[in-house]
């Protein structure tokens, strides 16, 4: 099993910056792929960014090119999502997740491991 727990989430106003982490425990050798999606409120989770184990390919959704950065310390086995650029609509609960298959995927089932989640809070 593969434990995962996010931090860094909070409120910011529009233009603002945050920088999520997420630490992977367990077996963490089994994790090869990992991933931040976001959900608000009413609406289905999306995914936002994907990261392979080596780092080497990321993928993020349209709307978070440009202004978010995802990365990996595999020494640490933890992932960060570098949030710049914040607007309202990037208000979310952001979750980390994580699969045991070395292909970035969008959807929600093909991810093994979740975390709990953390709140961004974007005002203007």
């Known amino acids: 099993q593969v434990q995962l727990v996010e931090s860094g989430g909070g409120s910011v106003q529009a233009g603002g910056s945050l920088r999520l982490s997420c630490a992977a425990s367990?077996?963490?050798?089994?994790?090869?792929?990992m991933g931040w999606f976001r959900q608000a409120p009413g609406k289905e989770r999306e995914f936002v960014a994907g990261?392979?184990?080596?780092?080497?390919?990321?993928r993020y959704t349209d709307s978070a090119k440009g202004r978010f950065t995802i990365s990996r310390d595999n020494a640490k086995n933890t992932v960060y999502l570098q949030m710049n650029s914040l607007q309202p609509e990037d208000t979310a609960v952001y979750y980390c997740?994580?699969?045991?298959?070395?292909?970035?995927?969008?959807?929600?089932?093909?991810?093994?491991?979740w975390g709990q989640g953390t709140q961004v809070t974007v005002s203007s």
């Open positions: 997740a994580a699969r045991n298959a070395h292909t970035i995927f969008v959807i929600t089932t093909q991810y093994d491991y």
């Open positions: 367990g077996r963490t050798d089994s994790v090869y792929t």
């Open positions: 990261i392979t184990r080596s780092a080497i390919t990321t």
